[in-house]
């Protein structure tokens, strides 16, 4: 039971965060240049994302289950650490927060200076960026479905996960009218980050032959393990950037 609650939270976390990016990217450009255009990209890119899930999904059932792990596990392992590494930097002051207003105006500045090019209805800079900045995103929550679900062959478990986040996203989405600044997408990606570590090292070492005390409950005590490491890694970080930022005033 936990080991599901775990996977549809790890889903429907990490499909939120790239969700939250695509739709930032379609609002700027409908609601600078209109919004057919955006939602027809927007359709064929998660249309295209569909026929990926239900190929790659069943495939994923034939693969014996501890060499599913031992693969699902260390793909999730170097994901989760790169969601985790970008995450410490900016909860540090080492790297840049993520702006959704910043992108938002980016992205309405660009659209306001391309030109038109309307054929059959359809202003094709906007179906092309509509397009690209869902399937793009999208092959990420692909991924995390595939692999999150796929460790355990239950992609439809993680998929419930990541279809509770596209309604989630497109109703405040649909609300706001506007970039979802006010999302904690930066502890969000933390979370992420955490947890796909978590289930990288639980389900690699399982594939590789490990037998955890406790079973399914040791994913519990790897939890606790890689959010302390991550949280004082940040904390380290933190002092650091502090030491140096005032050793530069000093300086000035």
């Known amino acids: 039971m936990a080991h599901d609650v775990f996977i549809v939270l790890a889903a429907f976390l990490a499909c939120s965060v790239e969700m939250v990016e695509a739709l930032t990217i379609v609002l700027a450009v409908g609601v600078t240049r209109g919004w057919r255009s955006a939602i027809i990209g927007s359709v064929a ?7 990926v ?9 034939v693969v014996p289950i501890d060499s599913l792990r031992l693969v699902v596990g260390t793909l999730l392992l170097i994901f989760g650490l790169q969601w985790l590494r970008k995450a410490i930097l900016r909860g540090s ?3 840049a927060l993520h702006d959704e207003d910043a992108i938002f105006e980016e992205e309405r500045q660009a659209a306001l200076a391309a030109g038109r090019a309307d054929r059959d209805g359809i202003d094709w800079y906007t179906f092309t960026v509509s ?3 869902v399937f793009l995103e999208g092959l990420e ?3 995390i479905v595939i692999t999150v679900g796929g460790a355990q062959h239950n992609v439809a478990l993680a998929a419930v996960g990541a279809f509770i986040a596209l309604v989630v996203v497109l109703a ?5 009218h506007r ?3 006010r999302v904690p997408e ?3 990606k933390f979370g992420v980050g955490v947890m796909l570590t978590t289930f990288g090292i639980f389900w690699a070492s399982e594939g590789a032959g490990v037998e955890w005390p406790g079973g399914d409950v040791a994913l519990l005590a790897v939890l606790v393990y890689v959010l302390g490491m991550a949280l004082g890694l940040t904390a380290v970080l933190r002092a650091r950037h502090a030491r140096a930022a005032a050793g530069l005033a000093v300086a000035s």
């Open 93 to 95: 002051g080492f790297k």
């Open 53 to 61: 899930v239900a190929a790659l999904g069943p495939a994923l059932s």
């Open 141 to 143: 929550v692909a991924f």
């Open 131 to 133: 397009f690209k900045g």
């Open 172 to 176: 405040v989405g649909l609300v706001v």
């Open 179 to 181: 970039p979802l600044s």
């Open 186 to 188: 930066n502890t969000m």
């Open 45 to 51: 890119a998660l249309s295209g994302l569909a026929v």
